[in-house]
């Protein structure tokens, strides 16, 4: 710092820092207390055994997904609750099947393509065990035991007679090495059986010819395929910013699941042993400490109504094993709270225990666990899924000439983006939920369409067979409620009063034929 007058070039005076009072606690500087660590990141007594790993989860998955996969299969097989809690997760979010419905401005067109997919949909699996419905229960199944699903394109011939040549195949997650972490041939990175290119893009996956546990005698060595991947659709929540690969929803339930079925059975065992009636007499050894000669054995056998008579010192013990009582149950409902939360299942549905719930709760459980199903249903199976296969399925339908889509290769989003209709959400009170339904409809507030899509229909096909019945009717001469006129115009001629059902005259009946008029020969 340059200075001017007679104190040029003397160093300049030394300012202190001005200090400013404390706000901290106890006098300390407000500063020091910011840097207080949070209270979840103590490591006092409290929290001494919570020792969190800072590793990314690709890590922990690596390390543990296969042990986690093989305890999730083999619980879903041995364990009664474990089955349950994978049945009702899948039955919630697919049930039977999500229906796609095409809506173009060609009505006649969009019926052509529901018709086709209608018929393709018995083809699509090629192992041909189920429909595509039973298809996507299988991927959901998959997707909720092992954490993720593959499944594969299989493109065919004409030759092999498909109503659309492609069909989907369902890899076992297995059969993708989790172990597998290397440098590919042509340089990209291959990380858990996942080929990635320098920015990181998912370019191929490795599967084993066959799942490396099913030993097929007289086979050939198994090897690595490389399939590239717009062949595989990889169906898997992520859960972490960067997961590559998933893992088992059944994870954070496993020991749950294990302690409480180890305690359902030592239960089971305890009221064995005490329905078991068992005797035991005790008596005073002898002053020489040798044991009666005329004692035959040591099984006393029990009869009806017996008096026995007991030694001088001898007594009767019964065995009776402790009781739990009442804990039980509520030990078993504690862990039942904490099995269904960890499978993000509502309690009733997961155990079935109506005892301790009520319309009104279940109602209102009912309503926030379908809005958990609606976004699995669209950001994991609608994006990663339906839509991907959609799409490819329309390429095929086109390309081979099955449906004929005009303007499809210049604007292909119509065709490739249809409706999907989950299946229908079971109502708790079904006249209450019709009624604010009509009244939401009525007011302008919904449409009939979203009302009948939320009931797993699709407003075509009803609009379509509503007016097949009211031709029927009107052909036979049947009036009802919901065939009259709208308010204020005239009703036809012959038609019944609202809630009723006008019906044909009854046939002439002739003189003799009439019954006779004594009430002794009434019936």
Same mark, same amino acid.
């Given at each position: 710092m340059l200075r001017w007058g007679k104190n040029a070039g003397a160093a300049p005076p030394r300012v202190e820092p001005r200090v400013f009072p404390s706000s901290g606690v106890g006098g300390r500087p407000a500063a020091r207390a910011?840097?207080?660590?949070?209270?979840?990141?103590?490591?006092?007594?409290?929290?001494?055994?919570?020792?969190?790993?800072?590793v990314h989860v690709n890590q922990l998955i690596a390390a543990a997904g296969p042990t986690l996969t093989a305890r999730a299969r083999w619980m879903y097989k041995n364990l009664p609750y474990a089955k349950k809690g994978v049945n009702?997760?899948?039955?919630?979010?697919?049930?039977?099947?999500?229906?796609?419905?095409?809506?173009?401005?060609?009505?006649?067109?969009?019926?052509?393509?529901i018709d086709l997919f209608d018929f393709s949909s018995a083809e699509i699996?090629?192992?041909?065990?189920?429909?595509? $419905?039973?298809?996507?229960?299988? !991927?959901?199944?998959?997707?909720?035991?092992?954490?993720?699903?593959?499944?594969?394109?299989?493109?065919?011939?004409?030759?092999?007679?498909?109503?659309?040549?492609?069909?989907?195949?369902?890899?076992?997650?297995?059969?993708?090495?989790?172990?597998?972490?290397r440098l590919a041939p042509n340089g990209n990175v291959i990380r858990q059986g996942i080929e990635l290119d320098a920015i990181g893009r998912r370019v191929a996956y490795w599967f084993w010819?066959?799942?490396?546990?099913?030993?097929?005698?007289?086979?050939?060595?198994?090897?690595?395929?490389?399939?590239?991947?717009?062949?595989?659709?990889?169906?898997?929540?992520?859960?972490?910013?960067?997961?590559?690969?998933?893992?088992?929803?059944?994870?954070a339930a496993i020991v749950k699941l294990f302690l409480q079925a180890e305690h359902d059975d030592n239960e089971q065992a305890r009221h064995g042993v005490a329905?078991?009636?068992?005797?035991?007499?005790?008596?005073?050894?002898?002053?020489?400490?040798?044991?009666d000669e005329d004692v035959e054995g040591d099984v006393i056998r029990l009869s009806t109504g017996a008096v026995n008579r007991l030694r001088p010192g001898e007594?009767?013990?019964?065995?009776?094993?402790?009781? !739990?009582?009442?804990?039980?149950?509520?030990?078993? $409902?504690?862990?039942?709270?904490?099995?269904?939360?960890?499978?993000?299942?509502?309690?009733?549905?997961?155990?079935?225990?109506?005892?301790?719930?009520?319309?009104?709760?279940?109602?209102?459980?009912?309503v926030d666990f379908g809005r958990q199903i609606e976004s699995h249903q669209h950001s994991v199976l609608g994006h990663q899924f339906l839509f991907p296969f959609i799409r490819r399925w329309v390429d095929a339908a086109q390309a081979s000439g099955a449906i004929v889509l005009p303007g499809y290769g210049r604007n292909p989003r119509p065709y490739i983006r249809p409706q999907l209709i989950p299946p229908k959400f079971e109502w708790l009170d079904r006249l209450k939920d019709v009624q604010a339904d009509v009244l939401e409809v009525q007011a302008g507030?919904?449409?009939?369409?979203?009302?009948?899509?939320?009931?797993?229909?699709?407003?075509?096909?009803?609009?379509?067979?509503?007016?097949?019945?009211?031709?029927?009717?009107?052909?036979?001469?049947?009036? $009802?409620?919901t065939d009259l006129p709208p308010a204020g115009t005239a009703q036809p001629d012959g038609a019944a009063s609202a809630g009723t059902a006008a019906l044909p005259p009854p046939d002439p009946v002739e003189d003799d034929a009439a019954p006779a008029a004594d009430p002794s020969t009434e019936n």
């Open positions: 910011a840097t207080a660590p949070f209270e979840g990141a103590a490591r006092g007594r409290r929290l001494a055994g919570l020792q969190a790993p800072t009702a997760w899948v039955n919630a979010h697919v049930a039977t099947g999500i229906v796609p419905s095409w809506r173009l401005p060609n009505q006649a067109k969009s019926q052509e393509l699996d090629a192992d041909g065990r189920s429909d595509f $419905y039973g298809f996507q229960r299988r !991927v959901d199944t998959e997707e909720c035991l092992a954490g993720e699903a593959f499944v594969r394109f299989r493109p065919r011939l004409m030759a092999d007679g498909l109503a659309v040549p492609l069909q989907l195949q369902l890899i076992p997650s297995e059969q993708c090495p989790m172990e597998l972490t010819r066959r799942h490396p546990q099913d030993n097929i005698p007289l086979a050939t060595a198994n090897e690595l395929v490389r399939v590239p991947a717009s062949e595989i659709l990889h169906v898997f929540e992520a859960f972490e910013a960067g997961q590559l690969r998933g893992f088992s929803r059944l994870t329905s078991l009636y068992s005797v035991f007499i005790t008596e005073p050894a002898d002053e020489d400490g040798d044991d007594k009767i013990e019964v065995a009776a094993p402790a009781d !739990v009582g009442a804990n039980y149950e509520a030990y078993q $409902y504690r862990q039942g709270l904490a099995i269904a939360a960890a499978l993000d299942l509502p309690y009733v549905v997961m155990f079935g225990d109506l005892v301790r719930s009520n319309f009104s709760n279940n109602k209102g459980i009912m507030f919904a449409s009939r369409r979203s009302k009948v899509a939320a009931r797993g229909g699709d407003i075509e096909e009803v609009d379509r067979t509503n007016a097949r019945d009211r031709a029927n009717a009107l052909d036979q001469g049947l009036r $009802y409620s």
